[in-house]
């Protein structure tokens, strides 16, 4: 089992949907997590960051991180075409010295 | 502000031979990653350097090497090179290294440098 698990997609949506993004985990220790949006020919860019569980928001983009049940979520309401992106979900543990882990990203479309 | 700059942005090399790849962090950051990304693997960590010393290593064979310089830039070097190693090579920086302790790894990306191995 893959210490992070996200569905690749491709998940197609029209402008203005919701879109529901989401990644499991397996390593407890886990305890910072984020969501990374990768455009085609660019590097990731961080979009939401999230100590522990709980709940964040930030314009369209809601992050969720439910640590009983190792599942994290990205929200983005009335979805645009410039939305359109690959969206990463990283995580790192508590302890010193360990990088992130990436889970494989998911492809997003939104069609206008 | 500048960001972290990637250099050369796309190259194609043999098997067999060896590849040197640049990154220039954002002024006053530290610390530099690099990462791998395939479309089997995703991102894959390879090392971290904070001032000029290797802090962290991920699971990649030693034909995979980097260095650090005063000014924090850095470069990673492959020797060797094999058809699996044609990936985009993430550079990233933030201030703090990840040995801080915090977990507050707050990486900032460049482009990358997308290797092509023939």
């Known amino acids: 089992q893959k210490e992070v698990e996200q569905d690749p997609g491709p998940l197609s949506v029209p402008e203005g949907a919701i879109v529901s993004l989401n990644c499991t985990y397996s390593?407890?220790?886990?305890?910072?997590f984020m969501w990374y949006r990768q455009y085609s020919r660019k590097g990731p860019e961080l979009l939401m960051y999230?100590?522990?569980?709980g709940n964040k928001e930030d314009g369209r983009f809601t992050a969720q991180v439910d640590k009983s049940s190792k599942y994290i979520s990205l929200f983005i309401r009335d979805s645009q075409p410039s939305d359109s992106a690959t969206y990463l979900c990283?995580?790192?543990?508590?302890?010193?010295?360990?990088?992130?882990?990436f889970g494989k990203g998911t492809t997003l479309s939104v069609s206008s | 502000k500048a960001g972290v700059t990637q250099t050369p942005r796309y190259l194609i090399k043999t098997r067999g031979q060896q590849v040197t790849l640049s990154c220039s962090p954002i002024?006053?950051?530290?610390?530099v990653s690099w990462y791998q990304q395939t479309p089997g693997q995703g991102l894959q960590f390879l090392f971290e350097?904070?001032?000029?010393?290797?802090?962290n290593k991920g699971n990649f064979p030693g034909r995979f090497s980097g260095r650090q310089f005063s000014n924090s830039r850095s470069e990673m070097n492959v020797s060797t090179l094999e058809l699996g190693d044609s990936a985009l090579y993430l550079c990233?920086?933030?201030?703090?290294?990840?040995?801080?302790?915090?977990?507050?790894?707050?990486?900032?990306f460049g482009a990358g440098s997308r290797l092509t191995v023939l």
């Open positions: 990233a920086s933030s201030f703090l290294p990840s040995t801080a302790g915090s977990g507050a790894n707050v990486l900032t």
């Open positions: 390593n407890s220790a886990f305890q910072y």
């Open positions: 999230t100590y522990s569980s």
């Open positions: 990283a995580m790192s543990a508590w302890q010193a010295g360990t990088a992130l882990i």
């Open positions: 002024s006053g950051h530290r610390s």
């Open positions: 350097y904070f001032s000029e010393t290797q802090r």
